[in-house]
């Protein structure tokens, strides 16, 4: 196993929610440009690839300076899970990284040296796997039981307390994982061992699902992230 910290971009060409979402116009550039960029661009980074059913995305990826990864179509369908992509992906590249970033194109909402920071923590703390997220303030959330009634999950309404008295909590944001290859070899699982969050800010936390999140995100991309890429 090679010490290598390597970013792997998992992307696939079909989308029934945007159509071509990877490769679609985002402020300037195909969407998976600016992961690839912010990728390519982060010392912390050694190798940066992308894996794609699509001939499509791979051409861009290749123009933005990442190597490529051909997904075989059976595991790039709607039902194919991000496990069964790594565990190709981790055949491919030989030998094995040390650490693996999983990184997904619809969420661009980063800073630029977060990858970095994110690498920097998982090493200086020395875990097996790390997520970004970011902290709850004020959400008081609620789901429905086998019996369709309401019940309150992160606090009990019927002694709610002070905000200011409740502990932390975090939201996975889909944006970064980190994870030691060895692990995901062990267990078949990105997350696991001694375990992180790589924290960022709550607006950070958007991603490109449905056509309505397009203009949500450019708009704060622009106005958030518009001074370092724009």
Known sequence: MSNKVVAIIFARGGSKGIPKKNIRDFC?????????????????????????DSDEILKIAVNYGAKTIKRPDKIAGDEATSESAITHALEIIQPNPEIVLMLQPTSPLRKPDDLGKAVTQFK?????????????????????????????????????????????????????????????????????????VYLMDFWQ????????????????????LGKYYL
Do not use: C
Request: proline letters at 2%; zero cysteines.
């Open 28 to 52: 300037g550039k195909p969407l998976i440009a600016w992961t690839i960029e912010l990728a390519v661009n982060t010392r912390e980074i050694d190798l940066v690839y992308v894996s794609s």
């Open 124 to 196: 200086e703390k020395k875990l097996d796997s790390s997520f970004s997220g970011a902290v709850l303030e004020d959400f008081l959330i609620w789901k429905r039981d086998a019996d369709e009634n309401l019940v309150s999950i992160n606090y009990d309404y019927k002694n709610r307390g002070r905000r200011q008295d409740r502990k932390h909590e975090y939201v996975e944001n889909g944006s970064i994982y980190i994870f030691k290859s060895q692990l995901f070899e062990d267990t078949g699982n990105r997350l696991g061992g001694k375990m992180d």
């Open 205 to 224: 936390s958007f991603e490109i699902d449905k056509p309505g999140d397009w203009v949500l995100l450019e708009t704060l991309f622009k106005k958030y």
